[in-house]
């Protein structure tokens, strides 16, 4: 079959016809043909960074307080950075009000707890094993593991490396399950098994599945994988070509395999699946390429599929019914996944679930965050576009939707809803509240009540310019009008957060022990023009040239402390790149991530001192985890190799003269090739016998 | 002047490079509802490649040939006649917007198609090597546009493709863009006030 068309209508349709035009109305052809038999759809999240170039940096990390009245020294207004790094170090220094912060900064406050692990998750923070990149389904990143801790971190040593033998971005994370440590690679997306009683660690097997070349050409940024589940002695993950696949933990073998979509219509798969009871919950990542969106159930004992959700379209598509009772009004009445956007638009509209998937066991529902409508260009499609751009409760048995938020309606910056919806119980005004902290890609961070829907807090965590906050009378984010695209197609500039938001994928930590949120985020504003684009299956379809750059204050990236209690950052530490990596914490009050040029670090997880680090050989934009070893002892696990929309200019080698390369993130990443190469390399560390 | 070009096309699905249009690898999936028809339906040959107006050319993807032979190189006389031509280039361009070449070149720097301003040429620099990745795909995912590109429209293409690489600065000239000037207001992430009070709420 090389050689023939691949669908009925591949070469049969016609072609192009093209019209010379004088008319600046964008043209915007629907597709025609018979969508694919499956219900397919599917978005996906923006794209590829890239570029590189010379150029000034803030310092190395700098810490900076937050103190409760003061804005944030980060976000002066004025002016750029400071060609020279240690001036920006030097000025912003804040080393001195370390020792007192804690009390001082919490004094204040009325007393309330800390927020708490809910028990089905907390029972499983002292196991050795690492299972899942969130740890538990409800995605804190917590583990008791203390071998490990803020007087002995400064020790540790490196126990062993393996190569993954792929030079691209490596989002995944190491997991450990009965003495193997198991790790899935960007595309080809390599399955390896180290055996950990053995000295070194040497391979076990190794698996690669069989999926075509061409899955590279519509991954829209990076062929990244974001990780694998063990569940039932199988480890399962998705594949570029859009396979949900089980491999037998003992011997590498395939289990089974569900393809579940098409790459031909642009759709790709690069998500972790969550495990919910018996079902894993997957999600198609391809918004900048017209698909449409849905998360779906399969079995974990055959892969059959057991429900599928789709994020736009008719009720039934979307499974939205009687058991369907959001919150605020806006998602109340028929079909509006198709009557909130211009005539057909839902088809190729996006959406896609490529982040992360949350599960509380108890109230048995999962919490599917949904990707960016399509295309970009939002002048082309007026209406909220529903159910882009947010969160979904879905029913885990039957994937019946329970309750909807929409984090950006109308969304025009490419602000997915997809990054973790992290499950956590708190006292909130007198009252417990089951609830879920989701540090959101507008900028704000926000207190969702997990059975409700309801928002009771959603404060800024980044600059933002977009929104003047969000309304939790309606929910609705206040978007700024002026900087909104018009009719004169200016440049809109100075949008922030820009199109990555102020936090991309890149998950969170939650310690239950200082009851800070550790947020690994970026620092980064656009200037957005829109184009026009027409839907052509296999392309992308996403109508706008953006160009990013430096938020205030000029550094890139930012990891901070948020104090949930309080709803305000504790400390905040800059970084010159965007903070693309996951993080860890640990009952050793230590907290892990890694920076994209080539720095492993540890921080104390109070204070936000550094206590640690490690030079890697290429940028780490993967998900660091802990786990004790056969041998007793606590290990911490990473992977380099940069890559992803952020690092596309170097594992992509894009050229940093087109500011618009890689959806626009290439203009913010000019200097990174300055910094790192490509690699692909699992580091694992412990402390010396 | 700028004129626009719109694709009409666009009930189209592609076929992602050389590998052709079925997914391979995965055909023994069972669970696909989606497959089975597509596998029966496309036997049909694609529909021939309107001669470009030079006839016939064979190009080598190489510069190396063993045995001390040359890789052939032609040129059609479309491809000569496109080379250069602003006209040709100005059309081109259009098209590459058209055609959301750009939605994986950008405007040359790349994203997820390989920069293709810079002098690096995978599949070879010519007129026709640059026309052939268009026409036919490339295995990593560069679609084949052969149903889209009639006549010599390819060569339009391939010489806006070919200009991208001519007359760029160095790259040693680019500088990290200056941070967005903003409002203190909107910097600011602790500044309470600007926030809507959660007693708002109502609950």
């Keep these: 079959?090389?050689?023939?068309?691949?669908?009925?209508?591949?070469?049969?349709?016609?072609?192009?016809?093209?019209?010379?035009?004088?008319?600046?109305?964008?043209?915007?052809?629907?597709?025609t043909d018979d969508p694919p038999a499956d219900d397919a759809a599917a978005p996906d999240v923006p794209a590829d960074p890239a570029a590189t170039g010379p150029q000034p940096a803030v310092g190395d990390s700098v810490k900076q307080l937050q103190p409760d009245s003061a804005p944030s020294p980060t976000a002066s207004d004025e002016t750029p950075p400071p060609g020279n790094e240690k001036g920006d170090e030097t000025s912003q220094d804040d080393e001195t009000s370390q020792d007192d912060e804690i009390s001082q900064d919490h004094v204040s406050s009325s007393a309330t707890e800390k927020p708490q692990i809910p028990d089905f998750a907390a029972e499983r923070t002292d196991e050795s094993d690492w299972t899942m990149p969130g740890k538990t389904t409800a995605l804190t990143r917590f583990s008791k593991l203390d071998e490990i801790n803020d007087k002995n971190v400064k020790d540790l040593k490196l126990a062993f490396t393996f190569s993954l033998g792929v030079n691209r971005g490596q989002e995944s994370a190491p997991l450990v399950v009965n003495d193997t440590l198991y790790v899935v690679t960007a595309y080809p997306n390599h399955l390896y098994a180290l055996d950990l009683t053995k000295e070194g660690a040497p391979l076990k097997w190794s698996y690669t599945p069989d999926q075509p070349l061409a899955a590279q050409g519509v991954a829209c940024c990076d062929v990244v994988?974001?990780?694998?589940?063990?569940?039932?002695?199988?480890?399962?993950?998705?594949?570029?070509?859009?396979?949900t696949v089980a491999v037998d933990a003992e011997t590498g073998k395939e289990a089974w395999r569900t393809k579940l979509g098409r790459i031909?219509?642009?759709?790709?798969?690069?998500?972790?699946?969550?495990?919910?009871?018996?079902?894993?919950?997957?999600?198609?990542?391809?918004?900048?390429?017209?698909?449409?969106?849905?998360?779906?159930?399969?079995?974990?004992?055959?892969?059959?599929?057991?429900?599928?959700?789709?994020?736009?379209?008719?009720?039934?598509?979307?499974?939205?019914?009687?058991?369907?009772?959001?919150?605020?009004?806006?998602?109340?009445?028929?079909?509006?996944?198709?009557?909130?956007?211009?005539?057909?638009?839902?088809?190729?509209?996006?959406?896609?679930?490529?982040?992360?998937?949350?599960?509380?066991?108890?109230?048995?529902?999962?919490?599917?965050?949904?990707?960016?409508?399509?295309?970009w260009n939002s002048s082309m499609r007026p209406g909220d576009n529903?159910?882009?751009?947010?969160?979904?409760?879905?029913?885990?048995?039957?994937?019946?939707?329970?309750?909807?938020?929409?984090?950006?309606?109308?969304?025009?910056?490419?602000?997915?809803?997809?990054?973790?919806y992290m499950i956590l119980d708190m006292e909130w005004k007198g009252e417990k509240r089951k609830v879920l902290v989701h540090p959101g890609r507008t900028g704000y961070m926000y207190i969702l009540d997990r059975e409700t829907g309801e928002v009771l807090s959603a404060e800024p965590f980044g600059a933002i310019t977009t929104s003047d906050g969000v309304d939790l009378k309606t929910g609705r984010i206040q978007w700024v009008k002026d900087k909104m695209p018009d009719d004169t197609g200016r440049v809109k500039k100075d949008l922030c957060p820009a199109a990555p938001g102020a936090k991309d994928w890149q998950p969170s930590a939650y310690s239950p022990d200082t009851g800070l949120l550790y947020v690994p985020h970026q620092n980064l504003c656009m200037d957005l023009k829109e184009t026009e684009v027409g839907y052509i299956a296999g392309t992308p379809f996403v109508g706008a040239e953006v160009r990013m750059k430096p938020g205030p204050g000029g550094h890139r990236g930012e990891f901070t402390a948020w104090d949930l209690t309080k709803q305000k950052a504790k400390w905040t530490l800059k970084e010159r790149f965007p903070v693309w990596s996951g993080t860890v914490v640990t009952a050793g009050n230590v907290v892990f991530y890694g920076t994209m040029d080539g720095w492993f670090k540890a921080l104390n997880a109070t204070t936000g001192d550094e206590l640690w680090k490690f030079k890697t050989s290429s940028g780490i934009i993967s998900q660091p985890t802990t786990w004790r070893g056969p041998d007793g002892h606590q290990y911490i696990g990473v992977l380099d190799g940069v890559g992803g929309w952020s690092g596309a200019i170097v594992a992509g080698n894009l050229d940093p003269r087109d500011g618009t390369a890689a959806l626009g993130f290439v203009n913010a990443m000019t200097d990174l090739p300055d910094y790192t190469t490509a690699g692909g390399t699992l580091y694992a560390f412990k402390l010396p016998d | 002047?700028?004129?626009?070009?719109?694709?009409?096309?666009?009930?189209?699905?592609?076929?992602?490079?050389?590998?052709?249009?079925?997914?391979?690898?995965?055909?023994?999936?069972?669970?696909?509802?989606?497959?089975?028809?597509?596998?029966?339906?496309?036997?049909?040959?694609?529909?021939?490649?309107?001669?470009?107006?030079?006839?016939?050319?064979?190009?080598?993807?190489?510069?190396?040939?063993?045995?001390?032979?040359?890789?052939?190189?032609?040129?059609?006389?479309?491809?000569?006649?496109?080379?250069?031509?602003p006209q040709a280039i100005e059309i081109g361009r259009q098209l590459f917007t058209s055609f959301n070449c750009n939605g994986c070149h950008f405007n040359g720097g790349g994203g997820m198609g390989p920069a293709l301003m810079d002098d690096k040429w995978i599949y070879g620099s010519s007129m026709e090597n640059i026309a052939s990745?268009?026409?036919?795909?490339?295995?990593?995912?560069?679609?084949?546009?052969?149903?889209?590109?009639?006549?010599?429209?390819?060569?339009?293409?391939?010489?806006?493709?070919?200009?991208?690489?001519?007359?760029?600065?160095?790259?040693?000239?680019?500088?990290?863009?200056?941070?967005?000037?903003?409002?203190?207001?909107?910097?600011?992430?602790?500044?309470?006030?600007?926030?809507?009070?959660?007693?708002?709420s109502g609950r």
């Design chain 1, 1 to 31: 079959m090389k050689t023939r068309p691949s669908s009925r209508h591949a070469f049969a349709v016609l072609v192009a016809t093209f019209v010379l035009a004088t008319s600046p109305t964008a043209a915007f052809a629907q597709a």
């Design chain 1, 264 to 375: 031909q219509e642009g759709m790709t798969m690069t998500m972790a699946p969550t495990l919910a009871g018996d079902k894993v919950i997957v999600g198609n990542s391809g918004g900048e390429m017209g698909i449409r969106g849905w998360v779906k159930a399969l079995d974990v004992a055959t892969g059959k599929v057991v429900w599928t959700a789709n994020s736009t379209g008719p009720d039934e598509d979307v499974k939205i019914g009687e058991r369907f009772k959001p919150f605020y009004d806006q998602y109340k009445g028929k079909d509006l996944g198709v009557k909130s956007w211009p005539a057909g638009m839902w088809k190729n509209s996006g959406g896609g679930a490529w982040g992360w998937v949350s599960y509380d066991p108890e109230l048995n529902l999962v919490y599917t965050g949904i990707g960016n409508p399509g295309p």
């Design chain 2, 133 to 200: 990745s268009i026409r036919e795909g490339r295995p990593n995912g560069m679609p084949s546009f052969r149903a889209m590109v009639e006549g010599d429209t390819v060569y339009k293409l391939a010489a806006y493709v070919k200009s991208l690489s001519e007359n760029t600065k160095p790259r040693s000239d680019v500088k990290l863009a200056e941070p967005a000037s903003i409002s203190e207001k909107a910097a600011a992430k602790d500044d309470e006030g600007e926030i809507k009070s959660p007693e708002e």
């Design chain 1, 386 to 420: 529903l159910w882009a751009a947010g969160v979904f409760a879905r029913d885990a048995d039957t994937g019946e939707a329970v309750w909807y938020y929409q984090t950006s309606h109308h969304d025009w910056n490419d602000y997915d809803g997809v990054n973790e």
């Design chain 2, 1 to 85: 002047m700028t004129y626009r070009v719109f694709p009409f096309v666009l009930a189209i699905s592609l076929c992602l490079g050389v590998a052709g249009c079925s997914d391979q690898g995965d055909e023994e999936n069972a669970d696909n509802s989606a497959q089975s028809d597509t596998q029966s339906a496309g036997s049909e040959n694609p529909p021939p490649l309107d001669q470009p107006s030079g006839g016939d050319v064979e190009i080598s993807l190489v510069s190396i040939a063993p045995g001390g032979g040359k890789p052939v190189d032609q040129q059609s006389a479309a491809a000569k006649a496109a080379k250069g031509n």
């Design chain 1, 225 to 243: 994988n974001r990780g694998a589940v063990y569940s039932d002695g199988k480890i399962i993950y998705n594949t570029l070509n859009d396979t």
